[in-house]
């Protein structure tokens, strides 16, 4: 593995000199997402394998050419899992990519973010030097966290080599139970049930229906389900899996697809009729021709931002603008790590 | 002289009250909960809103002047410790809570407004905000998100980061700053991450949006004890093991019960050498099922005495004691000095054990009660702070226990952050082109190092001076230990 490191080293050695730009590559099944992709290949597959696993520690340590297949094959021989549920988009999605784009699955509203499991990393920064953030600790708090913060940073600022995640056990039980209700009465419902501490591990509105899963003790659910009704979901794992991976009907399009991330109690928006509601109310799939000014005002206006998640052209300006003083920021930490500008140019903003 | 122009300066905007500069007002905020680290700053300023804020900052920009924030001042790092020729701006006058909305269960509050203070608000909607530093009901909202602060519960519920939602901020020149959203998450780097935990060196907060939970329908707690502290340790992993997530998981060890038992009377065994508590909180019929499936861990691990709170009083009497210990430490000794390390889980034994080795070396007593549950240790050694030798010992000691959990694979803190006290530490923690991050990720947003100057991060020249070299993974500190 050495020996692949210090290829990478000089790799990112010679294109500084070069005056050349790198496109940092896993399984490439998130290629599709983000700006235009342009520079070298810089392949992350060959730095792989999972370095570490206690399950009584609940942390496992892998590479970032890590098939993400392989760690959640690894996690659940021993019952446990990645309780961000992560998109893979193609079977081949690796760990470091799965970082890198920072996406999370079903089970984000109620568990957390990819971030919120991250404990530590080592990466190459742009000048090839070799860096560790965390540890492999539960609490970590000495000096500012980086760790965290490379998640979704769309392979901007480094390349993630290795990282440390906090793992949780599998749910004892679970169960998924399908509604027939429209969005309004969906998004309303989602949000009181929260709040009464039903244990809902994913939520799906689309035509018509809600999809729930509830995860919990096995007497705790048979008790549930006698006081929501619903119709039980038999093949609710792949159902799931689907709605992760995109592969669910609602997918199935060439049409645009936007993803608006806002308030959970907000009601549906009235900018597309073809809409896919996560996240108990705070993530809003928008398929459709959506003029990205109206997309973005309307995020803005629920307290969120719009992505143009899919689309086959418009890839200069898929993330939501940022402000002035932000962007400025966001050069300065860019160049922070990343001095030359060397990784994934333009990949998530065009200035930088 | 350049007090006197600040004064005069910030009267233009500011009414006499929110500007002390005199002697006597200053004492106050000369140090905050770790008292070993005083300064008197140039002044201290009292601002009522943002926009007060956003001009004290840009006078104290131009004029080059450092600001330390400071939220109610329980910090136990020196974190809010005034610097030389900097004033000290406190937030306890941005004390509102500006808004609850049940439904999306969120809470838009100021930064002075106390932990406790949220929940208290949040109740009458059935929810609570999870977070409970044991100082909640004195710590400021601003100070946790500050210190990423953790409680009791954080096994379960998390840290401050992942209970906000999003800051305002106010950057050093004056300018407003909004990271995170309304949403579960925001467009570009994630910002939120990254000021979570920076100790007031990246900007100053005026405003939080911090996620509500509903209160737990009901909670029970499991004391057991042991015979052996290698035992309790294993408890701990074992529960862990079994895919159980306590709500809360605590220890204490024999000099924490005995102390805590001389000033309240919690019910904790006196012959144990360590005591867990171990809380369940859910539905009455989920708390039911994994109370029983702990206790039956807790036997199979060695345990000797198990009590399982039957009542809501009960329960509150059980964790009083584990509440208390601080005070009740604080009784024993004139002064003690609270550690905060953090270990992988399994290595809890072996530390503990050689921490009672470095009691005997330096002479001074030391007990332990933490966070078992995510491995983060806070041992208070006791010592008297007015005698010089002892003030030494107690910082050689903290010295060394700080450096047996970087060697076990831990961290110099898992909550309380670096501030003043554990800058040097920072030195073996990382190296150079960490450090050099750090500086370069300050730089971006406060080119010319106003905010809280000197704390959190070291400079190298700094590093060079304290003359302890980075351990670089792999060269062993303490090769009697084993490695994990
Ligand atoms: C008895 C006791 C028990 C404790 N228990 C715990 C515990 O269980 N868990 C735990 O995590 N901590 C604990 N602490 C430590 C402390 O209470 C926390 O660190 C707390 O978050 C500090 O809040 P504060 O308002 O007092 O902040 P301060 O001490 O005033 O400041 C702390 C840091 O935050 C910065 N800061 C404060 N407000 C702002 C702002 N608005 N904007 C930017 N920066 C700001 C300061 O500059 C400083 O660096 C305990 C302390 C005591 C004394």
Known sequence: MDAILNQYQELIGSAVARKTTLCIRGGGSKEFYGNSLSGEIFDTNAYCGVVDYDPGELVITARCGTPLSEIETTLRANDQMLAFEPPYFAPNATLGGCIAAGLSGPRRASTGAIRDYLLGVRMLNGLGEDLYFGGRVMKNVAGYDVTRFLAGSLGTLGVILQASLKVLPLPQYEMTLNFEIDAASAIA?????????????????????????????????????????GER???????????????????????????????????????????????????????GGLEPSTARRVAETHGGHATLFRSNDNKHSVFHPLPLLMLNLHKRLKQTFDPHLIFNPGRMYPEF | MRAEELVSRLSRFLPAEAILHEEALLR???????????????????????????????????????????????????????????????????????????????????????????????????????????????????????????????LKYGLTLQNILSLRTVTIDGELLTVGSQGLDAPGYDLLALMTGSEGLLGVITEVTVKLLPIPEYAQVVLA?????????????????????????????????????????????????????????????????????????????????MTCSQSEAERLQLWSGRKAAFPAVGRLASDYYCMDGTIPRKALAAVLNRIA????????????????????????????????????????????????????????????????????????????????????????????????????????????????????????KFPELPRF
């Open chain 2, 28 to 154: 106050p905020y000369e140090c905050d909960a770790l008292s070993i680290y005083r300064h008197v700053p140039l002044a201290v300023v009292l601002p009522v809103n943002e926009i007060e804020v956003q001009e004290i900052l840009r006078v104290c920009f131009r004029m080059q002047i450092a600001v330390v924030a400071r939220g109610a001042g329980t910090g136990l790092s020196g974190g809010a410790l005034p610097v030389p020729n900097g004033i000290v701006l406190a937030l306890t006058k941005l004390n509102q809570i500006l808004d609850i909305d049940p439904l999306a269960r969120t809470a838009r509050v100021q930064p002075g407004v106390t932990n406790a203070a949220i929940s208290e608000a949040a109740n009458e909607f059935g929810l609570y905000y999870a977070p409970d530093p044991s100082s909640q009901i004195a710590c400021s909202i601003g100070g946790n998100v500050a210190e990423n602060s953790g409680g009791v519960h954080c």
């Open chain 1, 233 to 287: 979901v038999a093949q609710d794992v792949s159902f799931w899996k689907a709605i992760r991976d995109h592969t669910h009907d609602f997918f199935q399009t060439d049409q645009p697809l936007w993803r608006l991330s806002i308030k959970s109690s907000a009601p549906p928006l009235k900018i597309s009729d073809k809409q896919l509601v996560e996240w108990n109310g705070s993530m809003r799939w928008c398929q």
């Open chain 1, 189 to 229: 419902k989602l949000n009181r049930w929260v709040g009464l501490g039903i244990p809902i591990s994913a939520s799906c509105h689309v035509d018509k229906h809600l999809t729930v899963r509830l995860s919990g003790s096995e007497s705790r659910l048979a008790a549930l389900r006698q006081t929501l009704g």
């Open chain 2, 225 to 305: 004890a042991f015979d052996d502290v290698a035992q309790a340790g294993q408890a701990v992993a074992n529960i862990i093991s079994a895919g159980i997530i306590p709500a809360g998981l605590e220890m204490m060890d024999q000099g924490a019960t005995r102390a805590v038992e001389a000033f309240i009377h919690a019910g904790y065994p006196l012959d144990a050498a360590a005591v867990l508590l171990c809380e369940s909180d859910g539905s009455r019929d989920d708390v039911e099922t994994e109370i029983s499936r702990i206790m039956q861990v807790m036997r199979e691990s060695g345990a000797t005495q």
């Open chain 2, 357 to 476: 080795e470095l009691s005997a070396h330096y002479r001074l007593a030391c007990v332990n009660v933490f966070h078992a549950g995510d491995g983060n240790l806070h041992p208070l050694i006791m010592f008297d702070a007015n005698h010089p030798d002892e003030l030494r010992r107690a910082e050689e000691f903290g010295g060394a226990i700080l450096e047996l959990c970087i060697a076990v694979g831990g961290t110099i803190t898992g909550e309380h952050g670096v501030g003043t006290e554990k800058i040097n530490h920072m030195c073996i923690q990382f190296g150079t082109a960490e450090l050099k991050t750090f500086h370069g990720i300050k730089t971006a947003f406060d080119r010319y190092a106003l905010l809280n100057p000197g704390k959190a991060v070291p400079t190298l020249q700094r590093c060079a001076e304290f003359g302890a070299m980075h351990v670089k993974r792999g060269q062993e």
